[in-house]
């Protein structure tokens, strides 16, 4: 069984920086992949960015790639989501995602992974 509890959630401004934090506790950190995924209200939750337990990243192309940054620390079993540029279609509810390793190189499939956590609210103002 693995834990994730997230933070570092909160209300800022457009333009502005946040760091979410994943900390993972269970089982061996090395062996999952982890992945962020977000969830707006009324809409679908969708996969932002993930890191797989072999250090590949990925990020969702439409509005991630180039403002988001995934990064993880094996020494606290954490995984990180950098959001830099932060735009008020931003806004959503963050979870954080874990899965067993696995050889599918796709971290989008939200039916996928296994383990969550309670998500962290992240608000953007305009």
């Known amino acids: 069984q693995v834990r994730l509890v997230e933070s570092g959630g909160g209300l800022i401004q457009s333009g502005d920086s946040l760091r979410l934090s994943c900390a993972a506790s269970g089982r061996t950190f090395g062996n999952y992949d982890m992945a962020w995924f977000r969830q707006a209200p009324g809409k679908e939750r969708e996969f932002v960015a993930g890191?797989?337990?072999?250090?590949?990243?990925?990020f969702n192309g439409n509005f991630a790639k180039g403002r988001f940054t995934i990064s993880r620390d094996s020494t606290k079993n954490t995984v990180y989501l950098q959001m830099n540029n932060l735009r008020p279609e931003d806004t959503a509810v963050y979870y954080c995602?874990?899965?067993?390793?696995?050889?599918?190189?796709?971290?989008?499939?939200?039916?996928?992974?296994?383990?969550w956590g309670q998500g962290t609210q992240v608000t953007v103002s305009s």
């Open positions: 890191s797989r337990w072999n250090g590949d990243s990925m």
């Open positions: 995602a874990a899965r067993i390793k696995t050889l599918n190189p796709s971290m989008a499939v939200k039916s996928s992974f296994n383990y």
